[in-house]
Structure formats: C-alpha cells, structure tokens
C-alpha cells in the first residue's frame, strides 16, 4: 500500500480520512509508472495557443471543464464533504513529480504550498519560455473540481513557481 | 499544474473543444512545429537512428507497449498497448472519437521536413493500437503503402507524402 510518504504536514487529519480506506483504490486514476516530463512543454504551448487563438476566457473555460469533468471523482466526493481523494491527488503527484511543497489540512482549510513548480522547472530546464497562462492550470482546473460542491478554491501567486492553493469547505451559519 | 500523468486527459478535452471550433489540423500543425524542438534536429541528422533512439526514450518514458525495430531501410513501431489512448478512454470525462488522429497529425509533417515518409495503420480510432514504417526512401515507403491497402481498411492507411 503506498503511503502519505513525501513531506507532509496533516493536521486535524482524523476529520477527512475514513477508518480503512485503502490508498490504492483512493484515486481514480492510479499512476505508477515513468513519467514523460516533456508533456509539461506541450501543455505550455497548448495554453498561449488557445489563449491567442480563442481568447483567455475560452482557456479558462477549457481548464475549469477539464477540472470538472476528468477530476469528477474527486468532485463528486468533495460534493460529500469528503476531501481525501482531493489530498491524495495533491500529495502523490506533486511527489511524484519532486515537487517541493508543503500540505496541511486543518478543520475546514487544505492548504497547499508549492516552493517550486514542478512544471515551471521542467521548462527552465528546456530553455523554454513559461507561458502567462501557466498558473491558469491550477486555479481553474482546482476551480472546475469544487464546482457545485460545498468547497471553494483560491489560489496565491507568491512568487515564480511558488504558490499557495487554499481549499475551504464552506460553513453553514 | 496539471500532472505530467494527466497531460493526455487535458489534451483529449483540448480536442473536443478544438474538434467543436473546427481547430483540430490548424492545432495539429503547431504541435508539429513545437515538436521539432525535441526531434527535428536527430531525425534530420541521424535519420532513422535518429527516430529508433527517440521512440526508444518514449517507449520508456510513456510507459509504451511498444514493438520497436530498426531494420535495414526502415523502422517499423508496432505500437501494441498505446498508454495515451488508452488513458483518454480511462477517463471520466470520455474519450474524443478523433483523438488518435493527433499522432499522424503532428507526426506526418514532422517527419516530412525531415526528409522522411511515414506509413501508418491506423488499426481503428477506438484501438490502443497502431503500425507505422519509416523510410528514408519514397519509393520504398509507397510500395509498403500498396501492400497495407490490399489487406487494411483504406480509411485507416495514411501517408505523409
């Protein structure tokens, strides 16, 4: 069973994870494999070339669909109150691909600051130019996941590469 | 950041939005152009070794079923287990019934400027599954373009030239 192993910090834990889950069958889409770091170019291309040729809105629309509909698992459970699947795509990705961030998940608060994008540093290491675009991946694709769900998603630019993605649960008062 | 695992399901949905906009070959031929910054230089150079090496790291990289052989006057590549279609079909959103045409799509001129012609069976758009031959040569790359089309579904044997 593969675990919470990269550097993670949880906090209040006990309110989202459900005795007995098994990781492996947490996300919908198990990925265990190499990973073809390369793809982050053609995404970056993707993005100015449907930004210059349909417009920012389109991308961000085209974004939040796929946020919404290929993440529909996880949306579907953040649609229950239940965040798990949400953490573990954050954790096992961004440790899959030597992310350097920190997660911490408090009450009704995930926070997720990423030190150094992934992404971003696959690109400077091609001697490619980051699109403008780039961090449209993740506001509206985290967006496109809490649509229609009690969760909100806001997501800080701290510097090149660095962010900080906050998920809320929204309290009924 | 959309995971480099999940690039495939981000691109599928790119090609339903395209598809609907009538985008996909104007789409396919910018692809094309950014590709070159990974091949154009090997394939234009090394020619088929160029190629061989190239599919060698995808095979791996991509996690590819792949049967690869650099023979003497082509390269065939028996894609057996297509990672990228089949992570498009793997996928709550639902596959784009053209996705696997991206592959000749960006592939085709790719090859093209660097003076190589590409056969390929397509081995049905809804099959993980597909044969290419590289040449160096024209005429040898037509003759195995007539005999796919003795035994193939015309509509699933392309050429880029």
């Known amino acids: 069973m593969r675990g919470f192993s990269s550097p993670v910090f949880f906090l209040n834990i006990e309110f989202f994870i459900t005795e007995g889950i098994d990781n492996e069958k947490m996300l919908r889409y198990q990925e265990n494999n190499e990973l073809h770091r390369d793809f982050h170019g053609t995404t970056n291309t993707t993005l100015n070339y449907i930004a210059e040729n349909y417009g920012v809105d389109a991308l961000k629309a085209l974004l939040r669909k796929t946020g919404h509909d290929v993440y529909k698992s996880i949306r579907v459970k953040l649609e229950k109150g239940d965040a798990s699947e949400l953490i573990e795509h954050l954790n096992w990705f961004f440790y899959r691909e030597n992310g350097k961030f920190q997660l911490t998940v408090d009450g009704n608060e995930i926070r997720f600051e990423v030190f150094e994008c992934p992404a971003h540093k696959h690109l400077k290491s091609l001697g490619m130019e980051i699109s403008p675009y780039s961090c449209l991946q993740t506001s509206e694709v985290n967006a496109g996941m809490c649509e229609g769900t009690c969760w909100t998603s806001s997501v800080e630019i701290l510097g090149e590469g660095h962010c900080m993605q906050i998920f809320r649960k929204k309290v009924d008062k | ?161």
């Open chain 2, 1 to 161: 950041m959309i995971p480099s695992d999940h690039f495939v399901r981000f691109y599928n949905e790119v090609f339903k939005f395209l598809d609907e906009r009538n985008g996909l070959e104007k789409y396919y031929a910018h692809i094309s152009a950014h590709q070159e910054f990974h091949c154009l230089k090997d394939f234009s150079e090394k020619k088929l070794k160029g190629v061989y090496d190239y599919y060698v790291k995808i095979r791996k990289e991509e996690n590819c079923g792949m049967e690869l052989r650099l023979e003497k006057d082509c390269i065939y590549l028996g894609m057996t287990a297509c990672p990228s279609l089949a992570k498009a079909i793997d996928n709550d959103a639902g596959a784009c019934p053209k996705y696997c045409l991206h592959c000749p799509g960006w592939t085709f001129p790719l090859y093209r400027k660097a003076g190589l012609f590409q056969v390929k069976d397509m081995m049905g758009l809804d099959n993980p599954a597909c044969r290419s031959w590289i040449f160096e040569d024209r005429e040898k790359a037509q003759k195995k373009y007539e005999e796919l089309l003795k035994t193939c579904p015309a509509e699933m044997i392309k050429k880029n030239f």
